[in-house]
């Protein structure tokens, strides 16, 4: 009887560590990829296409046709794991990313790209893209375009599915790409569901017809028209949205947006002075200065590029002063060169100011790019004052100044006395009437 307990107790601890076994090799199953994803491993392992197949047994679709059903694929993404940091490799080729579209997939898709490319002269660019786009075969669906001050172009193209990669690597290349995004939209079942709904509706159509042929009650009549035009609206509008996918699916949609890729070409002037002659070696000085008469000063001009082109061809003029760029002492920079973006000019005038003065500074530029070839015809301007207040230094006159001043005194009494003078001399006979006047009224007997 022992005997037979502990044999009992034995297949007891045997069926629990065999139900342990499996409780523990369920849960490592779950840990590690098996079933289906193993014969999928298998499959590529040896070349073959049975992947999609097994895929579908399990109930799982495509990693690919999962990424189509999305709505697109955004450029400038770090999807793929061998893909660097850097712009160049984001942007590919003429700055599209190099990002696999399926086009032979036995599927319907609509394939968009919507792209700014930024050029040096739009409307030949625009005529470029053009070209490039009929040479693949495609065509200029649309297109609108404005003019200064900022100058853009939106063009829409067509293209075939098949060289719609090629088309986005050739639009790219006109120009430096600012950004760029690409859409493929799987719409095969939008399309079935259109077919079966069109080939019930024309059913439904045809049975209306036969009924209405064989009515003879006016009432039937009437209501079986309403219902017809009602059931043939509706298929004409379904058989337009089945046209307007088929057509979007056939033609791949570009949107292309071209922009000046320097538009803002600009430049501003600072204007001050300081006391002493140095050939602008202290410039810049105060912008608004108070020197005494006939002092030596040195007016101080920094022109900056602050505008995002390159400036070239500057004139500067003060009809104040009478002086142009061409009379100015150079301090700091070319003239007769390029300004880049961000970087000044310096030139100092020197003068000698006997009152005081307001200058009035303009100065212009051309935009140019890096070339050196005119962007647009577009001179910039740039007009600035500034205020030279001269004062008199006073102190204790010197001895030429006395006689300065003492014959300055001469000549403003004398032309007191000829302004005094000349003011009488229209009544001199005013007092030879009055004269005569009184002696023709004396008494006879006053006489001697």
């Known amino acids: 009887m022992g005997r037979w307990k502990r044999l009992t107790v034995s297949k007891r601890l045997l069926t629990l560590l065999v139900i342990l076994v499996l409780v523990a090799a369920a849960c490592s199953g779950g840990q590690e990829t098996g079933g289906v994803f193993e014969d999928i491993s298998a499959d590529l392992a040896q070349g073959g296409e049975a ?3 097994s895929m579908a047994d399990s109930g799982e679709a495509p990693e690919e046709e999962s990424r189509e059903r999305s709505g697109g694929v955004q450029s400038g993404t770090d999807d793929d794991e061998g893909q660097s940091g850097t712009d160049d490799d984001v942007l590919g080729d003429g700055g599209v990313t190099p990002v696999a579209l399926p086009t032979q997939i036995g599927r319907d898709i609509i394939f968009t790209a919507d792209m700014t490319v930024a050029v040096n002269d739009v409307a030949r660019a625009g005529a470029d893209a053009t070209r490039e786009i009929e040479s693949l075969g495609g ?3 649309g297109q609108r375009t404005a003019g200064s001050p900022q ?3 939106v063009l829409t193209f067509k293209i075939r599915p098949e060289d719609f990669q090629t088309a986005l690597a050739a639009l790219g290349s006109i120009g430096e790409v600012r950004s760029q ?35 003879t009650e006016i009432e039937a009549v009437v209501e079986l028209e309403a219902e017809l035009l009602a059931r043939e609206t509706e298929l004409e509008t379904l058989r337009g949205s089945l046209r307007t996918l088929q057509d979007q699916v056939a033609l791949a949609t570009i949107v292309l947006t071209l922009t000046e890729a320097a538009s803002s070409p600009e430049l501003a002037i600072a204007v001050s002075a300081y006391p002493t002659q140095d050939s602008g070696a202290s410039c810049p000085g105060d912008g608004e200065l108070q020197v005494e008469t006939d002092t030596e000063t040195t007016v101080c001009y920094e022109i900056a590029n602050t505008g995002d082109t390159w400036l070239t061809d500057f004139e500067l003029r003060d009809p104040v002063l009478d002086i142009e760029l061409d009379d100015l002492v150079v301090v700091f920079g070319d003239p007769d060169g390029s300004l880049e973006p961000g970087d000044s000019l310096i030139v100092a005038a020197e003068v000698t100011p006997e009152r005081d003065l307001r200058t ?3 100065v212009t530029a051309q935009a140019v790019d890096e070339e050196g070839a005119e962007i647009g015809n577009r001179p910039v301007s740039q007009t600035v004052t500034v205020l030279v207040d001269t004062v008199d230094p006073g102190g204790i006159p010197t001895f030429a100044e006395g006689l300065e001043a003492s014959w300055e005194l001469v000549v403003r009494l004398g032309q007191t006395l000829v302004l005094v003078l000349g003011a009488f001399i229209p009544f001199f006979w005013v007092p030879l009437i009055a004269l005569f006047a009184w002696r023709m009224r004396r008494p006879a007997g006053a006489k001697k």
């Open 51 to 53: 992947t999609t197949d």
């Open 139 to 141: 065509f200029l669906f």
């Open 151 to 153: 100058p853009t172009s």
């Open 181 to 215: 995004e690409v859409g493929a939209s799987d719409v095969t079942e939008r399309i079935v569901d259109l077919e079966s709904r069109i080939t019930t509706a024309t059913a439904s159509v045809e049975r209306l017809r036969a009924l209405l042929s064989d009515a």
């Open 360 to 362: 009035r500074t303009t």
